[in-house]
């Protein structure tokens, strides 16, 4: 098996972060003249689609072409949809209470405090989850079953994130169940379908990796997504939005938190 090119893969690092860095400035811009920096979370997904893309570019005659273009697909595809899914909740223009309850605590200018806890922050960690991707890109060997799995994990987690999202877009639309929680189809058997469908597709992305060396040295990067998603800024922020939703407390008492499980009985 080829040695893994540890030189190209040193001199895509920089052409990256530039890449990222330029799109967080612009998006920076545009959130500063729409008057809402909410609009970093549609970027969110195109910024692992542009890592992949750029790393794609940059590994060509290096990595193996198979892999690279399974991780390309794989990450397009969900980068994508989450873009839309959440621009298309976005209309209207209105900054999202979560980032509403941040700023309001910025001891100077707003947008220098967006600027400090919010893109740099999120910079960096796109970055660092994109590792798995970046690796995965450069590494040598033809794919076997390990990449088969994360392909067939990805699916299940992609399914999970995107069936979940469309579940709650249709519950949200329904005029007669505002103020209710929704506690049918995948949330009814866990509290957050898409969160866990999103780790599931970042567990996948690693197993892809993780095929050829040295891409299981990467497996901080997904972890870092799993406990944002279940740990940090996912499960916890929303829980802590519906907490005072009429039935909440049941729903929690009775649904699994993160990973799927059938109910349990009150």
Not at 86 to 104: N, T
Not at 198 to 207: H, K, N, R
């Given at each position: 098996?080829?040695q893994?090119?540890?030189?190209a ?6 052409w ?22 909410s609009?970093m ?14 790393s ?5 005659g ?8 399974l ?23 209105h ?11 910025a001891?100077g ?11 740099l ?7 660092f989850?994109?590792l798995t991707?970046?690796v995965?890109?450069f ?13 067939l994990l990805?699916?299940?987690g ?8 469309w579940?709650?877009t ?7 169940r505002r103020?209710?929680v929704?506690?049918?189809g ?6 957050h ?5 999103d ?10 990796a993780?095929?050829?060396w ?6 901080l990067?997904?972890a870092?997504?799993i ?13 802590q939005a519906?907490s ?20 349990r009985?009150?």
């Amino acid at each position: 098996m080829p040695q893994f090119p540890l030189g190209a893969f040193i001199a895509s690092l920089p052409w990256v972060a530039a890449a990222l860095a330029v799109l967080l400035a612009l998006t920076f811009a545009v959130a500063v003249r729409q008057g809402r920096h909410s609009v970093m979370d549609t970027v969110w997904g195109p910024g692992f689609v542009l890592v992949a893309a750029l790393s794609w570019l940059l590994s060509a005659g290096h990595g193996d072409g198979g892999r690279r273009l399974l991780l390309l697909a794989l990450v397009a595809v969900w980068g994508l949809r989450l873009a839309a899914h959440i621009g298309v909740r976005a209309r209207g223009g209105h900054e999202d209470p979560r980032y509403v309850d941040m700023l309001s605590a910025a001891p100077g200018s707003r947008n220098v405090y967006a600027l400090r806890r919010v893109y740099l922050p999120q910079g960096l960690v796109l970055f660092f989850v994109s590792l798995t991707v970046q690796v995965g890109m450069f590494s040598t060997g033809t794919s076997g079953w390990l990449a088969l799995a994360g392909a067939l994990l990805w699916i299940l987690g992609f399914v999970f994130e995107a069936v979940g999202d469309w579940q709650l877009t249709r519950f949200k639309a329904d005029p007669s169940r505002r103020g209710t929680v929704l506690d049918t189809g995948l949330w009814r058997y866990t509290r957050h379908p898409n969160y866990f469908g999103d780790a599931v597709v970042w567990a996948g992305l690693f197993l892809v990796a993780a095929d050829s060396w040295p891409g299981v040295l990467t497996v901080l990067s997904p972890a870092l997504m799993i406990w944002t998603l279940a740990g940090k800024t996912g499960k916890p922020l929303a829980e802590q939005a519906m907490s005072a939703r009429p039935g909440y407390k049941e729903y929690i008492a009775a649904t699994s938190g993160f990973i799927p499980w059938p109910p349990r009985r009150i």
